[in-house]
């Protein structure tokens, strides 16, 4: 079904199924053989999702359907781009916490366990903001699976179409705290529009020194939505409904890069074969996935303004 200005989901339906599939990757990447990331309660928590396909997948008892060689490589290649996307972030928020920020606000946090399985300095504040049905999913789960969070943990239920800096500030947040800030795997699922609006809100919430991790997928996002659509007919022939595709809003964007750089962060992407190479991974050469390499992994930081200088 297509997406409306105030659709709804749990992890079971319309985009909340993108946060169970993602951590179904998790837990394949967890099992590789000399993996990049570790996350022990991916797979627990795509299980009590309960939707089968996944649950099969996490649970190593099924691999991504694939018939050709070619076929083979994508799914291969999506474990690895998940592999290398939450190391990438991992990374960032322990640099952003070792460098002073003691808040971490990570949007869109779906079944991201970073607030129960990394390791933040004393201080530290961690914020988790999704949809009402994913926090209060993750939030039980987790309890009964008995994985207490690492940190000071305060889930934020509201819609990032909605007012959330009020509901951030409610729970706590202090926008005079530096803060590490993340969007992953969130803007394809935004409108444009909304898309600028989040980079306002987490301009206006920054204090000096905050950093923000994000992605761009450049361009209308057409090609994306037919690579997901063409691994989604393969996974339909296995039980798996969703038409990822339409789960995408579409349209131009303003490059991410740009756009921060307008509101007065420091900003730089860096190709996704180029973070790849960072971990030791090579992203493959192969035009069936352009689309995929074309996007591009965003840091950025507020600027600290010394006394003196303007
Ligand atoms: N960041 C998590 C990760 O990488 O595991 C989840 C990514 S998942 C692909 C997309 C997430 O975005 C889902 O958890 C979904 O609920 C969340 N999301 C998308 N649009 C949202 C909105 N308007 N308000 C709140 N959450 C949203």
Do not use: C, N
Not at 213 to 219: C, L, Q, S, V
Not at 294 to 300: E, Q, Y
């Amino acid at each position: 079904m297509a997406r409306s200005e105030s659709d709804t989901w749990d992890l079971t339906s319309g985009v909340g199924v993108t946060a169970t599939m993602v951590a179904a990757a998790r837990a394949l990447a967890s099992r590789e053989p000399e993996p990049l990331i570790d996350d022990p309660v991916a797979a627990p928590l795509v299980r009590a999702g309960g939707v089968e396909f996944f649950t099969r997948l996490g649970d190593g008892d099924m691999e991504l359907p694939a018939d050709t060689a070619e076929e083979r490589a994508a799914a291969q290649v999506l474990t690895e781009v998940m592999a290398v996307r939450t190391r990438f972030f991992d990374d960032f928020f322990t640099d952003a916490t070792r460098v002073g920020a003691r808040q971490a606000v990570i949007l869109a946090s779906g079944l991201d366990a970073r607030a129960y399985r990394l390791t933040w300095p004393d201080g530290t504040v961690v914020y988790e903001i999704d949809q009402p049905e994913v926090i209060a999913f993750k939030t039980r789960t987790l309890a009964e699976l008995g994985a207490p969070p690492t940190a000071p943990h305060r889930p934020v239920a509201v819609d990032l179409r909605d007012d959330w800096p009020a509901a951030l500030t409610a729970a706590g947040f202090d926008p005079t705290v530096a803060t590490a800030w993340s969007a992953e795997g969130l803007l394809r699922y935004l409108p444009p529009d909304a898309q600028d609006r989040l980079f306002d809100h987490i301009t206006d919430l920054s204090a000096p020194g905050s950093r923000l991790a994000t992605e761009d997928h450049p361009g209308p996002g057409a090609g994306l939505g037919e690579k997901a659509d063409e691994l989604g007919r393969r996974w339909r022939e296995h039980g798996f409904e969703v038409q990822l595709s339409e789960l995408f809003h579409p349209g131009e964007r303003t490059p991410v890069v740009d756009y921060l750089r307008g509101r007065g962060w420091d900003a730089r992407a860096r190709p996704r074969a180029e973070v790849f190479a960072g971990y030791g991974r090579e992203f493959p050469d192969s035009a069936a996935l352009a689309a995929m390499r074309d996007s591009s992994a965003v840091t950025a930081v507020r600027p600290v303004v010394r006394a003196g200088m303007r």
